[in-house]
């Protein structure tokens, strides 16, 4: 990925504030670019939800504009927003509304008037793209918390967008599940999909990103690399978070402030002298490595 690339997606919002008065985010600039991904961090009420729910136009700001592929979103173009964005919630059960799985990763076709056999082969095709076609005769409700972030997954794979949102995909999911939704995730970004996502889970967010988005107070504060982002104490020790655990290895082992290493994969290079890390694979924003 190239930073010269125009944005997929492009939201200036001066301000968002709710029906009884709270604001949600205020002087916010934020871009999604094309062969991304990028991690919203910060605490609860940072933030990190309102702006998701922007970027799809969910949401609108009260002093802003968004522009999605080049095309400014007004009340005639939200459609456009949400077929190039797609969403899926931490809430699963919200957006899972058919009898079986098959019909409900199907829904959005239909509604676009793709017709029933077309449908269901681009349903199966996007179930088996996150490894859930065997649950396409289930009933979704019966799901486990990580079948169904699938499904929802799915749900918005079939619709072929530019960029597909993830609001906390990891809660409430095992270590176990958390791994096949984190694997699913980069597997969708080596299809060409860009991915924004928020999370708690510093950890992942080291893992998957390409960059970094710290949000404090309604605003992103910084935007970086894994590396550069989670070894600025100051600004993890003003957003309240903890750097991810491989920083905090590699700091008590006195490694932390030449080789920098921000995943598990990083350190484990690091101590045993291959060059197979994450850092070796994973681009940076502007398309070099992290160094």
Do not use: W
Request: some cysteine.
């Amino acid at each position: 990925m190239s930073r010269d690339d125009p944005p997929l997606v492009d939201l200036q919002c001066e301000a968002h504030t709710y029906p009884d008065g709270t604001v949600g985010m205020h002087d916010v600039d934020f871009s999604v670019y094309p062969d991304e991904v990028v991690a919203l961090i910060g605490g609860n009420g940072a933030g990190k939800s309102t702006l998701l729910e922007h970027l799809n136009a969910m949401l609108v700001p009260d002093d802003g504009e968004l522009v999605v592929d080049g095309t400014p979103i007004t009340e005639d173009s939200k459609a456009h927003a949400r077929k190039e964005v797609g969403f899926v919630f931490q809430d699963a059960d919200t957006q899972l509304v058919a009898p079986t799985v098959l019909d409900d990763v199907m829904f959005g076709l239909q509604n676009d008037g793709v017709p029933g056999d077309e449908a269901r082969e681009r349903a199966r095709e996007a179930l088996a793209t996150v490894d859930a076609s065997h649950l396409e005769d289930r009933i979704p409700h019966y799901l486990s918390g990580g079948e169904k972030r699938l499904v929802g997954l799915a749900g918005v794979l079939v619709l072929d967008p530019s960029v597909i949102v993830l609001d906390e995909p990891l809660a409430g999911l095992d270590p176990e599940r958390s791994r096949l939704i984190a694997d699913r995730i980069e597997r969708i970004h080596q299809d060409g999909i860009s991915v924004a996502l928020s999370t708690h889970d510093l950890d992942f967010a080291a893992t998957v990103a390409d960059r970094v988005c710290v949000m404090a107070d309604g605003n992103v504060v910084r935007s970086g690399t894994p590396r550069e982002v989670f070894y600025d104490d100051t600004l993890l020790t003003e957003a309240s978070l903890h750097p991810p655990s491989a920083v905090r290895v590699a700091r008590d082992a006195g490694l932390g402030a030449t080789a920098q290493p921000v995943t598990q994969a990083d350190l484990v290079s690091l101590l045993t002298g291959t060059d197979d890390s994450e850092t070796a694979r994973r681009p940076s924003p502007d398309g070099d490595g992290h160094d």
